[in-house]
């Protein structure tokens, strides 16, 4: 098992390597330099870079050196934690991710929760009750979910709450809460408006990963081995259980692994509709802007938890499939 990881991690440090020096190529593919980017935003702003502050910029980032000098000055503040500076917001990127990156997790992990919850026990109802009344419902339910976009829902969510319960939605605090201080009663606020974005961005997923539960389950319920299971006198129950939802199971876990990026970039439509502070928007806008190290920030940041994903993926999968680490 301990081979097998180190496998796994070596080629997550190498994915990462890669994909580090593919993106900044990418982000120095515009042409000018950041410095004609951030004083040009200056003069618009009716102000004017003093040369010395340009130059000190220059320093920092390598500006005037080759791009592979560049690429070693930014991947070495990266490590630090030095992640460049936007130039659009004239602050620190690092300032810019983590104010918004705590509502992202809550909203993401909220989001991941629901759909397994909710997704895992309708897709194993479905499949062992095929072509039943509870199996044509929940098909029709998922088909609409799929079909629906986020936005839509968002919107309508929007329109029905205020017309129901007679409060606005979108942000995820009441105006009053807004700017005030941490306290019982703006967690709770939170609270009542967190739930409208994790229904809206996991009423997609619950629909996607309820029909691949049902067809994995479906499969493996006709397999060999389950009808001995069923043959050699166990219940139904543990037949199910036991033997078919472990197997049926494997391609979600990888799906797992790979949705959590969105811990990073968020729904970002559904981010836009609703007003979230979330880090969905600020990589959208970023990229709009040509705001460089703010993008090339939120790269990484998503390599980085797609391939973590991938890793612990692979992890879990080892430990419930003992195949899988001999291959």
């Known amino acids: 098992m301990l081979a097998f990881i180190a496998r796994r991690l070596v080629y997550m440090i ?54 592979p000098v560049q690429y070693w000055i930014w991947v070495r503040g990266f490590v630090r934690g030095d992640f460049g500076r936007s130039f659009e917001f004239n602050r620190e990127v690092s300032e810019l991710i983590w104010e918004r990156l705590g509502f992202t997790v809550a909203i993401a992990t909220g989001s991941l929760l629901f759909i397994w919850l909710v997704a895992i026990p309708i897709g194993i109802y479905t499949a062992t009750h095929q072509y039943k009344l509870g199996d044509n419902v929940a098909t029709i339910v998922g088909m609409a979910g799929l079909s629906i976009p986020d936005f839509m829902l968002a919107l309508v969510l929007m329109v029905v709450i205020q017309r129901l319960f007679g409060f606005t939605v979108g942000g995820l605090f009441s105006r009053e809460y807004v700017d005030a201080p941490w306290s019982l009663a703006k967690v709770i606020d939170l609270v009542k408006h967190l739930w409208v974005p994790i229904v809206v961005v996991g009423t997609s997923g619950t629909a996607g990963l309820m029909r691949i539960m049902r067809g994995n389950l479906l499969d493996i319920l006709n397999m060999q081995y389950v ?31 790979m949705s959590l990026p969105t811990i990073i970039s968020g729904s970002l439509i559904v981010s836009i509709v609703l007003g979230l502070p979330t880090t969905g928007p600020l990589y959208f806008n970023a990229l709009r802007q040509q705001d460089m190290y703010l993008a090339g920030t939120f790269l990484m940041f998503l390599a980085f938890m797609l391939v973590l994903g991938n890793f612990l993926a692979d992890i879990l999968l080892g430990l419930i499939d003992p195949r899988i680490r001999y291959e």
């Not at 006198?233 to 692994?257: F, S």
Request: hydrophobic share 45%.
């Open 227 to 257: 009808q001995a299971a069923r043959a050699r006198g166990l219940r139904e129950a543990t037949v199910v259980v036991k033997h078919a939802v472990r197997n049926a199971i494997h391609p979600l876990i990888m799906l797992l692994g």
């Open 14 to 67: 190498s994915t990462l390597v890669l994909i580090s020096f593919v993106g900044f190529l990418i982000i120095n593919l515009p042409p000018g330099s950041y410095i004609d980017v951030f004083q040009a935003q200056r003069q618009l702003q009716g102000t004017h870079t003093a040369e010395a502050e340009l130059e000190a910029l220059k320093r920092r980032y390598g500006l005037d050196k080759p791009v």
